[in-house]
């Protein structure tokens, strides 16, 4: 009873099952593969190489766009030379913080 319902029947020899065969491609078709992948990589490549470059270029126009800014504000500012330094000590605190010394 027991053992007979646990036991597993087969009513299939393993000689009647046939594998089918692995579909081989043939060499052309796989050196064909590698090279669309070797153009896929080389154009990712590509891609990232241009983004990177307009990054660098994008940065580089924006650095020079700060110095010149910068030189102008200089430029345009009113400046006042202090001769008598006795002043310096009579000025209140908060003119002495805008007071710059080049």
Same mark, same amino acid.
């Given at each position: 009873?027991? &053992?007979?319902?646990?036991?597993?029947?087969?009513?299939?020899?393993?000689?009647? &099952?046939?594998?089918?065969?692995?579909?081989? *491609?043939?060499?052309? @078709? @796989?050196?064909?593969?590698?090279?669309?992948?070797? %153009?896929?990589?080389? $154009?990712?490549?590509? &891609? $990232?190489?241009?983004? *990177?470059? /307009?990054?660098?270029?994008?940065? !580089?126009?924006?650095?020079?766009? /700060?110095? #010149?800014?910068?030189? %102008?504000?200089? /430029?345009?500012?009113?400046?006042?030379?202090?001769?008598?330094?006795?002043? $310096?000590? /009579?000025? !209140?605190? !908060?003119? $002495? #913080?805008?007071?710059?010394? #080049?």
């Amino acid at each position: 009873g027991i &053992i007979a319902d646990k036991a597993v029947v087969s009513t299939q020899s393993t000689g009647g &099952i046939i594998a089918d065969k692995a579909v081989k *491609s043939s060499f052309e @078709k @796989k050196m064909q593969l590698k090279q669309q992948k070797q %153009n896929c990589k080389e $154009l990712a490549n590509q &891609i $990232l190489s241009e983004r *990177s470059e /307009k990054a660098e270029a994008r940065r !580089k126009q924006e650095e020079t766009n /700060k110095k #010149r800014r910068e030189e %102008n504000e200089r /430029k345009c500012e009113i400046v006042q030379t202090i001769t008598n330094t006795k002043k $310096l000590k /009579k000025i !209140k605190k !908060k003119q $002495l #913080r805008t007071i710059e010394t #080049r």
